[in-house]
């Protein structure tokens, strides 16, 4: 989850000529060259294609241009969790959120809420060691409802439980929601009381590393059993899909036949595919040709295994950050890393290697 910087139809030969490629397999390409703008996204993307939208960015006109150019949905990055809408006393704010919700609206745009419920936050007002039992279930009833309801009826979906499973995939995490209210019992009841507060939104069990690390996207879809089973009303799974690009060829087709197999829709819903190895924290000797081709294969292949879904599972493809320099990868308070090309579009809107890749993959002409 990006956030924990904090703590944590045009298909004909516009689309063609957006990227400059080389083929070395079927998505490999080489770096873009100068040439028009990429073809709108959302005309593209068998679904909602979707970005992140912060409240400095709704005053850049270059951004404003891009978004309405490419997009149909939008998630809020900072301005819905909790260590923005949360005060001291179980005060709530949600006056940013107010804003990109409003900007989002006033553009035509669907919003995807992120998020209500995450284990890395809110431990600083629900204190699980110095709250009353008692109080802390009440509040957390009470902050969900008070949050999802604000938005009834505006919201395309919520992310309402973001991130349960443990960072290597072999259990759940424990956090101070799982130790006041059950590690089943505190998901359960956040999913049922978003439900009260907004019945029409599809609520969604949002988690990261499901393609990277198989063992945790096999938890994460038994997890997801499991709480239907409890009675949790989940309407959809979202995979963060900030990739590695250097996981084998077909770990992504896997999880998404598997995650189908379920029947719920499915959210791509953080994407972003850094061409470093750890934030660029660890060596790498590979060449940039190298890197390029293996982010291009890894973002096709997902873009390939989203479109195989039956149509009523595609709920929206959503990049984390429209442009580069949107990206909390490349910005200076992220992983602070401005020669990284993470996400489908580069500073001027025209379209990365990757792009091409997911154009492809979505027109029928990847393998051609």
Aim: proline share 6%; aromatic share 10%; glycine share 10%.
């Amino acid at each position: 989850m990006p956030d924990k910087l904090s703590r944590r139809t045009l298909l004909g030969s516009t689309l063609g000529s957006a990227v400059a490629l080389t083929a070395c397999d079927r998505f490999a390409t080489a770096q873009p060259a100068p040439g028009p703008l990429a073809a709108p996204l959302k005309d593209v993307v068998p679904a909602p294609f979707g970005t992140i939208g912060m409240t400095w960015q709704l005053d850049q006109p270059d951004w404003v241009e891009q978004v309405r150019r490419h997009c149909g949905q939008m998630t809020p990055e900072w301005e819905q969790k909790m260590e923005r809408t949360l005060g001291p006393g179980f005060t709530y704010d949600f006056s940013a959120s107010d804003r990109v919700v409003g900007f989002a609206r006033e553009n035509g745009l669907r919003v995807h809420g992120h998020t209500l419920i995450w284990y890395s936050q809110g431990a600083e007002v629900f204190n699980d060691a110095v709250v009353p039992r008692d109080r802390f279930a009440a509040e957390y009833e009470r902050y969900i409802r008070a949050f999802a309801g604000r938005y009834r009826g505006q919201m395309a979906g919520w992310d309402v439980v973001n991130e349960p499973v443990s960072e290597d995939g072999t259990g759940l995490r424990d956090c101070h929601w799982s130790r006041a209210l059950g590690m089943n019992g505190y998901m359960v009841r956040a999913f049922q009381i978003a439900k009260e507060a907004d019945p029409d939104a599809v609520l969604f069990l949002n988690e990261y590393n499901l393609e990277n690390i198989p063992q945790k996207g096999t938890t994460f879809l038994r997890l997801v059993e499991r709480l239907l089973k409890l009675g949790a009303p989940i309407g959809g799974i979202g995979t963060q899909s900030h990739l590695s690009i250097e996981i084998p060829d077909g770990n992504i087709r896997t999880f998404f036949r598997d995650a189908a197999s379920l029947g719920l829709p499915i959210h791509v819903s953080e994407l972003d595919f850094s061409l470093f190895r750890d934030g660029g924290r660890m060596p790498d000797l590979r060449s940039l040709k190298e890197k390029r081709d293996q982010q291009v294969a890894r973002v096709g292949e997902l873009a390939e295994a989203f479109h195989a879904l039956p149509e009523r599972q595609r709920y929206a493809f959503t990049t984390w950050g429209l442009r580069d320099q949107d990206s909390w990868l490349t910005r200076e308070e992220g992983r602070d890393r401005p020669d990284d090309s993470p996400v489908l579009l580069d500073r001027e809107g025209r379209g990365n290697p990757a792009y091409q890749a997911v154009v492809d993959a979505f027109t029928g002409r990847a393998g051609a």
